[in-house]
C-alpha cells in the first residue's frame, strides 16, 4: 500500500514539473492588411500588403492587383473575408488607403489645366493639386455640385458643394462654410500654383452623402474668393474644371 502511495505521488510529481517546463507557445501578433487603392481614367490598382509578426520577426506578403474598380474591389473584399474566415481565432487590423489622380482641363477660354491627387488615409483626405496656365496672383478653388464639365463656362457643375447647407465662407469660419470652400491659393509669375489642402470632413466613395466627394467637380476660378458674398465668394469666371468621377 505504502509503495503504491508512493508511486502515485512520484508519477504526480512528475506530470506537475513537465507541465511548468512545457516551452510557451510562440506569440503571434495580429494581422495587419496595408490595401493601397489608387484610381486613374482608365483602372484601378491595388496593393495588399499582408503583414504577420511572430516572435518578433515580421514576414509580409504583397499581391497587385489591377482592373476596373470593381473588379479591383471585388478582389480586395475576397481577399480580406478569406483572412477573416481561416484565422477566426486572429485579429485583422485592415488599413485603407485610397487615392485618385486626374486632370483639369481648361474652360472659358483659358489655357488653365493642372493635376489634382485625392489620398484618403485614416479618416483623413488630403487634396493636392498643381495648376498652370494661370495669371499672376490669388486663384479660388472649390468643390462643385455635380461632375459634369460639359459646359465651356464650367456652370454645368452647379454651385458650391453645400450638403449641410451653410453660408459661404472661409473654412472652418463660426458664420458657416461649404464643404467645398477650399479657398485661395496665389499663382506665381510664371503662372503655376499648388495647393494643398486636408480634412477629415471629406471621404472617398463612402456612404455618408454629407462626406462623399465622389461625383463632385473641381473648379479653378479667375479670381479670388472674398470669402463674404453669398452664395459663391464673387470668385469671377471658372477657368478650369475636373469631375471627381473615377
Not at 491595388?46 to 474598380?69: L, M
Not at 485583422?92 to 483659358?110: T, Y
Not at 464639365?149 to 469660419?173: L, M, Q, R
Not at 458657416?176 to 470652400?181: C, P
Amino acid at each position: 500500500m505504502n509503495n503504491t502511495f508512493l508511486m502515485i505521488s512520484c508519477l504526480s510529481l512528475l506530470f506537475i514539473s513537465a507541465c511548468q517546463n512545457t516551452p510557451n507557445k510562440p506569440k503571434e501578433e495580429p494581422i495587419t492588411l496595408e490595401v493601397q487603392v489608387e484610381r486613374s481614367e482608365n483602372s484601378s490598382k491595388a496593393t495588399v500588403t499582408t503583414k504577420k509578426i511572430k516572435n518578433g520577426q515580421v514576414s509580409e506578403e504583397i499581391q497587385v492587383f489591377e482592373g476596373t474598380h470593381e473588379e479591383v474591389m471585388n478582389k480586395v473584399a475576397l481577399l480580406t473575408d478569406k483572412n477573416g474566415n481561416d484565422s477566426p481565432e486572429k485579429e485583422i487590423e485592415l488599413k485603407m488607403v485610397k487615392k485618385i489622380q486626374f486632370q483639369l482641363n481648361p474652360k472659358s477660354g483659358s489655357e488653365t489645366e493642372g493635376s489634382v491627387t485625392l489620398t484618403e488615409e485614416d479618416g483623413q483626405v488630403t487634396f493636392e493639386a498643381t495648376i498652370y496656365g494661370l495669371s499672376e496672383g490669388t486663384h479660388a478653388i472649390h468643390l462643385h455640385e455635380k461632375a459634369d464639365c460639359s459646359s465651356e463656362d464650367g456652370k454645368s457643375t452647379g454651385g458650391h458643394w453645400n450638403p449641410t447647407f451653410e453660408n459661404h465662407g472661409a473654412w472652418g469660419a463660426e458664420n458657416g462654410f461649404h464643404r467645398g470652400d477650399i479657398g485661395n491659393f496665389t499663382a506665381n509669375a510664371a503662372g503655376e500654383g499648388r495647393v494643398e489642402f486636408s480634412t477629415d470632413l471629406w471621404c472617398l466613395d463612402c456612404e455618408d452623402s454629407i462626406k462623399n466627394i465622389m461625383g463632385k467637380a473641381v473648379i479653378v476660378h479667375q479670381g479670388t474668393d472674398d470669402l463674404i458674398s453669398q452664395p459663391s465668394g464673387d470668385a469671377g469666371a471658372r477657368i478650369s474644371c475636373a469631375g471627381i468621377i473615377y
